[in-house]
């Protein structure tokens, strides 16, 4: 599999950085943007190709609880940094934390004059004032975990490693290059919030492409009834709705074999695009699993437009080479038994 960056999500250790700068927290609301242009139905119009490259950690880092927003001379510092570490494409690939740790002072761990060739793909990171994506809970953190949910995630993570894979139908929809998953937060490969979409739009239907692995996903904007409840889908069942500016989409009907960091059939997403100036889309998503979480939590990520062409970022159909390594890893750990 080639892909243009990893991006294994966000949680860096920011006081390392900002202990000479630390100041009171601020409050920042959304810019007020324009109107958007509108569809000749009458609704914004969604269609473009947006990026989706925040710096922001999903989770609020502990370091900085109780702070919603950094000042413009912290946001400057963390910018200086990671200038310092990646501009010159000199330096080894560090991906999601990694690479925010290496910026916010650890410098020389990474810093390799012979290789060029990973940190060159990495697409600039942009900073603003935000300290997670996480918008609710206020704490800027998930949820905790359920039990049922603990035990999902943890048995994942074994299967991920190699453990307990009887055969290819055990392994993750990622792995078997199946899907990557709805929605893209906390994912993997340039998906989640680091990668491109294009959205193509109809009075009748949506239609948002994801550069990873390049996955259509059509939603009906009639915002009619779910498809019943005995018919599941991988990425779940999604319609749409018009809620004054903001495109609303409700997603039900995930398979069990799906899974959202522990959820799986139970899963209940809301999701809504806000035009909020011409080069930008709030891409707001509430999660809600009682099986899962302890309570509901939402992120916005902040999608800006460009002009940029989205090329195949392509996943090698069953990824065979993966899947004979985990399979073959796993019965040589069940001889050793």
């Known amino acids: 599999m080639k892909h243009r960056a990893a991006s294994w999500y966000l949680v860096p250790a920011f006081a390392v950085t900002l202990a000479s700068v630390v100041a009171t927290a601020q409050t920042r609301g959304t810019p007020a943007g324009t109107p958007p242009a509108l569809t000749p139905d009458g609704h914004p119009d969604l269609q473009g190709i947006w990026l989706s490259n925040a710096a922001t950690p999903l989770e609020r ?16 510092v963390l910018k200086q940094r990671y200038d310092k570490l990646f501009a010159d494409g000199s330096s080894d690939f560090a991906g999601g934390d990694s690479a925010f740790l290496a ?3 650890n410098l020389d761990r990474y810093k390799n004059p012979g290789t060029t060739e990973n940190s060159i793909g990495m697409k ?9 994506l996480v918008v609710d809970p206020p704490d800027g953190r998930i949820p905790a975990p359920t039990p049922e949910g603990r035990e999902r995630q943890t048995a994942t993570g ?3 490693g190699g453990a307990n894979a009887a055969g290819p139908d055990n392994l993750t929809s990622d792995v ?39 996955e259509a996903r059509v939603v009906p904007l009639d915002g009619g009834a779910h498809l019943p409840s005995n018919i599941k889908l991988w990425n779940g069942d999604s319609r749409g709705r018009w809620e004054g500016n903001s495109l609303v989409v409700d997603t039900t009907n995930f398979s069990s074999k799906s899974f959202f960091m522990g959820a799986t059939e139970h899963l209940h997403l809301v999701e809504r695009f806000t035009r909020v100036a011409p ?35 392509a996943c090698h159909e069953g990824n065979h ?6 399979l ?7 001889l050793q038994k």
């Open 61 to 76: 880092p502990k370091q900085l609880e109780g702070r919603a927003f950094l000042t413009d001379e912290e946001v400057a």
């Open 103 to 105: 910026a916010l002072g």
């Open 124 to 132: 600039e990171r942009v900073f603003d004032n935000r300290t997670s």
């Open 158 to 160: 074994r299967i991920r």
């Open 176 to 214: 078997r290059c199946i899907t990557f998953g709805t929605p893209r937060v906390g994912g993997n490969y340039g998906s989640g919030h680091f990668g491109y979409y294009q959205i193509v739009q109809t009075p009748s239907y949506l239609v948002l492409v994801t550069e990873a692995i390049h």
């Open 279 to 313: 080069d930008r889309i709030d891409y707001q998503v509430t999660f809600d699993d009682p099986t899962t979480w302890t309570k509901p939590w939402t992120v916005v990520i902040r999608l800006r437009h460009t002009d940029e062409q989205m090329y195949e970022f």
């Open 321 to 326: 080479d993966i899947m004979r390594g985990i």
């Open 328 to 334: 073959v890893g796993a019965r040589t750990q069940e």
